[in-house]
């Protein structure tokens, strides 16, 4: 930017550094700086899709990733990313249907199956969910945990899902694909199973980690949202609740 302040994908970097560091109003201010003077973007509009997520102004992500997809309809990074904003916006059937034609054209991609199995989870759709998280391990070389997935479903169900995802987030090994989340997974684990007190243990790690980016739009922790410890959190965040 130094060399030319009119690139909007360096506005754009710099937003998304910005906003996974937590300064929210700068980073708005670089994403409009990127996707103002540069609407064929498909990249900034990504980028600025995930920020109005994030902080809540979902008809806006939307928006921005119907734009992205117009742009670069085959690329992996919008349709994912589409998913998974239409996740955190709570419309869980076109975040599914999103995940299973992204799926068609990048099979066996481990994050799309943990993503889906997100998705069934919301619904209580728990077989799909198991299944899901187990082609996902499957795909990461993971086969034991794969096998964990279908065993606990098998045996209890729902729960032996949640607890299974539990385990694996929050003791994955450094190759397994669930430590991309690792506390923020075990996090949103802890908070579906109904263990507050460790779902805000967690959070307080991934505050420290400054991994709770997407934290105020999580449906995994609509029942931590009364709790005044929450609202702290988002606080601390910079966003409000």
Not at 7 to 14: D, T
Not at 15 to 21: E, I, K, P, S, T
Not at 126 to 147: K, P, Q, T, V
Not at 159 to 179: C, E, F, M, P, W
Request: aromatic share 10%; hydrophobic share 40%; charged share 20%.
């Amino acid at each position: 930017m130094e060399l030319d302040k009119s690139l909007a994908e360096a506005h754009a970097a710099l937003g998304l550094a910005l906003y996974n560091d937590l300064q929210w109003a700068q980073a708005g201010q670089e994403l409009h700086e990127a996707v103002s003077p540069n609407p064929s973007s498909a990249r900034t509009h990504v980028i600025s899709g995930l920020y109005s997520t994030m902080i809540g102004r979902f008809a806006d992500g939307i928006r921005e990733m119907d734009e992205a997809e117009a742009l670069e309809p085959t690329s992996f990074t919008v349709a994912y990313t589409k998913g998974l904003v239409y996740f955190f916006a709570r419309q869980y059937d076109r975040a599914i249907q999103q995940y299973q034609e992204t799926l068609k054209i990048y099979p066996g991609n481990p994050a799309l199956y943990y993503s889906l199995g997100e998705a069934y989870v919301q619904k209580n759709m728990c077989a799909e969910a198991s299944e899901a998280y187990a082609r996902a391990e499957d795909s990461d070389g993971h086969a034991a945990n794969a096998g964990s997935f279908r065993k606990a479903f098998a045996a209890t169900g729902c729960r032996g899902v949640l607890q299974t995802l539990l385990k694996i987030q929050s003791s994955a090994s450094s190759d397994s694909y669930a430590t991309r989340n690792d506390v923020v997974g075990a996090a949103c684990a802890a908070s579906l199973l109904g263990d507050k007190e460790l779902a805000f243990r967690y959070l307080e790690q991934a505050y420290g980690n400054r991994r709770v980016v997407a934290v105020k739009v999580q449906p995994q922790f609509d029942n931590l949202r009364s709790d005044p410890r929450f609202a702290d959190l988002l606080r601390r965040i910079g966003l409000p609740q």
